[in-house]
């Protein structure tokens, strides 16, 4: 099971602000990536009420970070 949260954008010296999360029963990380991704996509059209986020991060059961990405890497 992974976690991933939606990020806003990354300030330096200070944690992501996290605007969305959501837990997924996937466990191959790049199944988990390419669903985040989708997932990143819909918000963007669909987000009326709330910060756009800018990228997500991906944590393991543990809470471990294990993937990342941002509207930057794209």
Known sequence: MFRIE????LREGAPPEVLDRMT???T???HV?????SLFSN???????KPLPHGFR???AQGTEVA???IDES
Do not use: Y
């Open 43 to 49: 918000a963007v059209v669909q987000r009326v009420h």
């Open 6 to 9: 939606f990020v806003g954008v």
């Open 24 to 26: 997924t029963d996937l």
């Open 28 to 30: 191959d990380l790049p």
């Open 68 to 70: 990342r990405w941002s």
């Open 58 to 60: 991906i944590l393991d």
């Open 33 to 37: 990536v390419a669903h985040a991704k």
